[in-house]
């Protein structure tokens, strides 16, 4: 019996865990900001096939700064403070990186690596799945905790 409660209890927490993850999700598209960062931390949703099948449309990723980003790594860069471009670092050339999209054919400018704004750490298929369905998620742990 204890056994069982401490797992619907570490279900609970997950899914409220989501939620408050999906709502920050939400927040960081609706605000005008290019990029929101707690702790180090910023949660994005990929727009593009270029790093497809590693990244796919309407992944949710999640970046961390680092203080070193090496070849291999797929970072988030920012271009001219303006839009995000998400590729894996392919050649590091002092303080720039080239990147390229896993699908695309050709390389990107060389990126200065002060326009790093993190490498993706995390690829939730659960976060997407919650967030397409946010209200259901919302509703399910709604009903969840009526019936408990």
């Not at 070193?68 to 839009?83: F, M, P, Q």
Request: charged share 20%; with cysteine; glycine share 6%.
């Amino acid at each position: 019996m204890m056994h069982n409660m401490k797992s619907i209890i570490k279900f609970i927490v997950a899914v409220i865990l989501s939620i408050l993850l999906t709502l920050f999700i939400y927040h960081q598209m609706m605000t005008s900001k290019l990029l929101t960062k707690i702790g180090g931390f910023s949660v994005l949703i990929v727009n593009s096939g270029s790093m497809e099948p590693e990244l796919k449309i309407g992944d949710i990723i999640l970046i961390k700064e680092c203080k070193e980003y090496k070849a291999g790594d797929i970072v988030t860069y920012n271009v001219d403070n303006s839009y995000l471009i998400t590729h894996r670092i392919i050649k590091e050339e002092g303080n720039y990186v080239i990147t390229k999209g896993d699908s695309n054919n050709t390389t990107d400018e060389k990126v200065n690596k002060n326009n790093i704004e993190g490498k993706v750490i995390f690829n939730s298929k659960l976060l997407k799945l919650i967030y397409d369905h946010w209200v259901v998620a919302v509703l399910v742990i709604f009903l969840i905790l009526i019936l408990l």
